[in-house]
């Protein structure tokens, strides 16, 4: 039985290799992940803009919120606010400062507390939470660790150079996990109709995993209200992870407002198969208020299984765990990203949601059932409804109801014109793009129009980039490319972005990062480059990669790189010098390139002086050029230049005669007259019958004979 159970646990991983190889989905955006080009983001100007933290401590960032305009991060007693400034569009950050300061707490931080996991110290407070508060307006609501003792602060941002706190007074709330490596997920609402004070929705992940509403008065500490039914499992299992934020939706037909948070749980029903995870999506009314035993506990929550998965007839390919999405409220659509089982090979996709979709699955679909109420057991259709049906907002509810739903969240890819069906709901379609070998952690995405940019924080500390001009094409394939931005793994990116400038920011535990990725555009070189590291935010005009306005930025194309590297070089007459120009585009340099010597003040000197100038090209990129000095002929500026499609970048050096001697020069400006005369009185014979011609042709009167010592 062991044997056979070890065979079940590895099938999936097996077929998942050989399936997703598979050429057959023609309309799937599969990046093909050796032949994505990986760069430092250090050399496109990337920095390192933080790395505060006492000797001793883990700073343990994680990316919080965007509120504003403003990204917030929290870190080892820190919160920290990155935005643009609005007058000079630069990239500025503030770091305010948060201890354990409730002096109505005993607490004692003896630092010996460790994660179990981690052997991190945890007797710090790491800020996990961070939500705008609707009323009173430029006010914050601050969440930390605080040494297994949680603490809220309300911070007001009114100074925008400045955040000032003040601690709460219930550092009992359960909004935030008491170890720093744990994931909350939490956001703020307005009030309902009738009601004055904002509701806040938060779930927690580990041991005491729940999802949870609090009212939030206008003055004071939230106050909690209900949370999931949490004995059996059968709502939210143990260890569930939650990702993202909670978001809103109203029913336009209803008007009833509903929550969703996404999450990703054990499937226990087979815990007998090994360990297998389901990613979620569960509903609750924004306005429930309890189960009709006055339990405190939520009587509307409902959840489905996520589908983003590749097609097969024999077995489909699913990606399971989800591990970030992004509300996009304009087109009522989440964008999510997934990754395979972890005891497989790596694997990530991106899915789209539409919220009709989801909304049509919650108020008509079918439920499932275990028997007899076991978390073990298999869940199995129902032919009826209960009654009053899961998830209404206008029935009372006990907590004995089955909360999931039958059918899957279906994937939405309109590029994929296969994605139809006769049933109520239509069929997932493909991802709108998938990639092996990487997993995928975090997600942020712009989109501008027809374009979408799409940045996928990864375990290996790269930021993939993709993008399309227009993103509802089945044919234009995504331009990729693999910023390299830290050694350890990605757990949140984020976008700054106004009309002209647009700033990517990554964290890590250990570091914060951005990129301004419009004003270094110029360190772009060739179109390729422009076009694949910075587009669609820089455009290659056909000589610079400028922004979309047009205008060049900070940086300039790679140069010529010259040796030796003066400017000017001085150099005793008939001496030799050698001088190397050599063009380096980096990994975009696939074009062939023209490079070339010139003499400033004449454009064919070098042709027609070979007696003069030696070339040895040893590559397309690298020419040499060797140089006889002779003063008013072949000293003077010489430019080197490479001519790369239809635009050209030079880089010049001036050679400087000085009236010198030397052994070697002497022997060579006496070689050089006597092969001048004697092809003087060559050319004069031949021209003897009056026509002209010219030599240059240096008289060496103080030249001793048969001998080179002066």
């Given at each position: 039985?062991?044997?056979l159970?070890?065979?079940?646990?590895?099938?999936?991983?097996?077929?998942?290799?050989?399936?997703i190889?598979?050429?057959?989905?023609?309309?799937a955006?599969?990046?093909?992940?050796?032949?994505?080009?990986t760069?430092?983001?250090?050399?496109?100007?990337?920095?390192?803009?933080?790395?505060?933290?006492?000797?001793?401590?883990?700073?343990?960032?994680?990316l919080?919120?965007?509120?504003?305009?403003?990204?917030?991060?929290?870190g080892?007693?820190?919160?920290?606010?990155v935005?643009?400034?609005?007058?000079?569009?630069?990239?500025?950050?503030?770091?305010?400062?948060?201890?354990?300061?409730?002096?109505?707490?005993?607490?004692?931080?003896?630092?010996?507390?460790?994660?179990?996991?981690?052997?991190?110290?945890?007797?710090?407070?790491?800020?996990?939470?961070?939500?705008?508060?609707?009323?009173p307006?430029?006010?914050?609501?601050?969440?930390?660790?605080?040494?297994?003792?949680r603490?809220?602060?309300?911070?007001n941002?009114?100074?925008?150079?400045?955040?000032?706190?003040?601690?709460?007074?219930?550092?009992q709330?359960?909004?935030v996990?008491?170890?720093p490596?744990?994931?909350?997920?939490?956001?703020?609402?307005?009030?309902?109709?009738?009601?004055?004070?904002?509701?806040?929705?938060?779930?927690?992940?580990?041991?005491?995993?729940?999802?949870q509403?609090?009212?939030?008065?206008?003055e004071?500490?939230?106050?909690?209200e209900?949370?999931?039914?949490?004995?059996?499992?059968?709502?939210?299992?143990?260890?569930?992870?939650?990702?993202g934020?909670?978001?809103?939706?109203?029913?336009?037909?209803?008007?009833?407002?509903?929550?969703?948070?996404?999450?990703?749980?054990?499937?226990?029903?087979?815990?007998?198969?090994?360990?297998?995870?389901?990613?979620?999506?569960?509903?609750?009314?924004?306005?429930?208020?309890?189960?009709?035993?006055?339990?405190?506990?939520?009587?509307?929550?409902?959840?489905a299984r996520?589908?983003?998965?590749l097609?097969?007839?024999?077995?489909?390919?699913?990606?399971?765990?989800?591990?970030?999405?992004i509300?996009?409220?304009?087109?009522?659509?989440?964008?999510a990203?997934?990754?395979?089982?972890?005891?497989?090979?790596?694997?990530?996709?991106?899915?789209?949601y539409r919220?009709e979709?989801?909304?049509?699955?919650?108020?008509?679909?079918?439920?499932k059932?275990?028997?007899?109420?076991?978390?073990?057991?298999?869940?199995?259709?129902?032919?009826?409804?209960?009654?009053?049906?899961?998830?209404?907002?206008?029935?009372?509810h006990?907590v004995?109801?089955?909360?999931?739903l039958?059918?899957?969240?279906?994937?939405?890819?309109?590029?994929?014109?296969?994605?139809?069906?006769?049933?109520?709901?239509?069929?997932?379609?493909?991802?709108?793009?998938?990639?092996?070998?990487?997993?995928?952690?975090?997600?942020t995405?712009?989109?501008q129009?027809?374009?979408?940019?799409?940045?996928?924080?990864?375990?290996?500390?790269?930021?993939?980039?993709?993008?399309?001009?227009?993103?509802?094409?089945?044919?234009?394939?995504?331009?990729?490319?693999?910023?390299?931005?830290m050694?350890?793994?990605?757990?949140?990116?984020?976008?700054l972005?106004?009309?002209?400038?647009?700033?990517?920011?990554?964290?890590?535990?250990?570091?914060l990062?951005?990129?301004?990725?419009?004003?270094?555009?110029?360190?772009?070189?060739?179109?390729?480059?422009?076009?694949?590291?910075?587009g669609?935010?820089?455009?290659w005009n056909?000589?610079?990669?400028?922004?979309?306005?047009g205008?060049?930025?900070?940086?300039?194309?790679?140069?010529?790189?010259?040796?030796?590297?003066?400017?000017?070089?001085?150099?005793?007459?008939?001496?030799?010098?050698?001088?190397?120009?050599?063009?380096?585009y980096?990994?975009?340099?696939?074009?062939?390139l023209n490079?070339?010597?010139?003499?400033?003040?004449?454009?064919?000197?070098?042709?027609n002086?070979?007696h003069?100038?030696?070339?040895?090209?040893y590559?397309?990129?690298?020419?040499?050029?060797?140089?006889?000095?002779?003063?008013?002929?072949?000293?003077?500026s010489?430019?080197?230049s490479?001519?790369?499609?239809?635009?050209?970048?030079?880089?010049?050096v001036?050679?400087?005669?000085?009236?010198?001697?030397?052994?070697?020069?002497?022997?060579?400006?006496?070689?050089?007259?006597?092969?001048?005369?004697?092809?003087?009185?060559?050319?004069?014979?031949?021209?003897?019958?009056?026509?002209?011609?010219?030599l240059?042709?240096?008289?060496?009167?103080?030249?001793p004979?048969?001998?080179?010592?002066?």
């Open positions: 039985m062991g044997r159970r070890r065979m079940y646990t590895c099938l999936p991983s097996f077929v998942s290799l050989v399936f190889t598979l050429p057959v989905l023609m309309t955006m599969k990046l093909n992940n050796n032949d994505i080009r760069v430092d983001v250090t050399d496109y100007g990337g920095v390192n803009f933080t790395s505060e933290t006492d000797a001793g401590q883990q700073p343990s960032y994680r919080l919120n965007k509120i504003d305009g403003s990204i917030y991060f929290g080892n007693e820190s919160l920290i606010r935005f643009l400034d609005s007058e000079t569009k630069m990239f500025k950050s503030i770091t305010t400062t948060l201890v354990t300061t409730n002096a109505t707490q005993e607490l004692v931080l003896s630092c010996t507390v460790l994660n179990s996991k981690t052997n991190e110290t945890v007797c710090w407070n790491f800020i996990r939470v961070v939500e705008k508060l609707n009323q307006d430029n006010e914050l609501l601050v969440c930390g660790t605080n040494a297994f003792h603490l809220c602060y309300r911070c941002t009114t100074d925008l150079l400045e955040i000032t706190c003040t601690p709460g007074t219930v550092p709330l359960n909004l996990p008491k170890l490596d744990i994931r909350p997920s939490s956001a703020v609402f307005g009030p309902s109709p009738g009601d004055m004070d904002d509701v806040l929705f938060a779930a927690l992940t580990g041991d005491d995993s729940t999802l509403k609090y009212r939030v008065p206008l004071g500490d939230p106050v909690f209900l949370d999931t039914v949490t004995v059996g499992g059968r709502f939210i299992q143990k260890d569930v992870v939650f990702v934020r909670p978001f809103e939706y109203t029913d336009r037909t209803t008007g009833n407002t509903y929550v969703f948070s996404f999450y990703r749980e054990p499937a226990l029903e087979y815990e007998t198969h090994g360990n297998k995870v389901y990613s979620r999506l569960s509903r609750v009314c924004k306005n429930d208020t309890g189960d009709s035993s006055k339990s405190d506990k939520l009587a509307t929550f409902i959840k996520v589908n983003c998965s097609p097969d007839l024999l077995l489909p390919f699913y990606y399971d765990l989800i591990q970030d999405v509300w996009k409220e304009d087109t009522e659509e989440v964008y990203v997934f990754t395979s089982q972890e005891l497989g090979p790596a694997a990530s996709a991106l899915c789209r919220m979709d989801i909304m049509k699955l919650f108020n008509e679909g079918k439920f059932d275990q028997a007899g109420q076991v978390p073990t057991k298999l869940w199995l259709p129902l032919d009826a409804d209960p009654v009053p049906r899961p998830g209404t907002c206008e029935n009372v006990s004995s109801y089955p909360p999931l039958d059918k899957l969240v279906p994937n939405y890819n309109p590029i994929d014109l296969a994605a139809t069906s006769t049933d109520f709901l239509p069929t997932s379609a493909l991802p709108t793009l998938y990639i092996n070998g990487l997993r995928f952690t975090s997600l995405a712009d989109f129009g027809d374009k979408c940019v799409f940045f996928f924080g990864t375990t290996t500390g790269v930021i993939l980039k993709a993008y399309k001009d227009d993103c509802s094409s089945a044919t234009e394939p995504f331009k990729a490319v693999k910023l390299k931005f050694s350890e793994a990605v757990n949140g990116v984020g976008l972005n106004d009309s002209d400038t647009n700033v990517l920011v990554v964290a890590g535990a250990n570091g990062l951005d990129w301004p990725i419009t004003d270094n555009c110029g360190l772009a070189g060739i179109e390729s480059e422009c076009n694949t590291v910075f669609p935010y820089g455009n056909g000589s610079w990669c400028v922004d979309p306005s205008n060049p930025r900070d940086g300039s194309p790679k140069s010529a790189i010259v040796q030796p590297v003066e400017k000017s070089v001085k150099v005793c007459g008939m001496d030799k010098i050698v001088l190397y120009c050599e063009f380096d980096g990994v975009f340099n696939t074009e062939q490079v070339s010597w010139t003499k400033t003040d004449n454009a064919t000197f070098i042709e002086s070979k003069l100038v030696r070339l040895t090209r590559s397309s990129s690298l020419l040499e050029m060797e140089v006889t000095v002779i003063k008013n002929v072949s000293d003077g010489y430019s080197c490479s001519n790369h499609g239809t635009s050209s970048t030079f880089k010049a001036e050679i400087e005669h000085e009236d010198c001697l030397t052994e070697d020069n002497l022997e060579e400006r006496c070689g050089l007259h006597k092969t001048l005369e004697t092809e003087s009185k060559k050319i004069n014979e031949e021209f003897k019958d009056g026509e002209n011609c010219s240059d042709v240096k008289s060496c009167d103080t030249c004979h048969g001998s080179t010592t002066p």
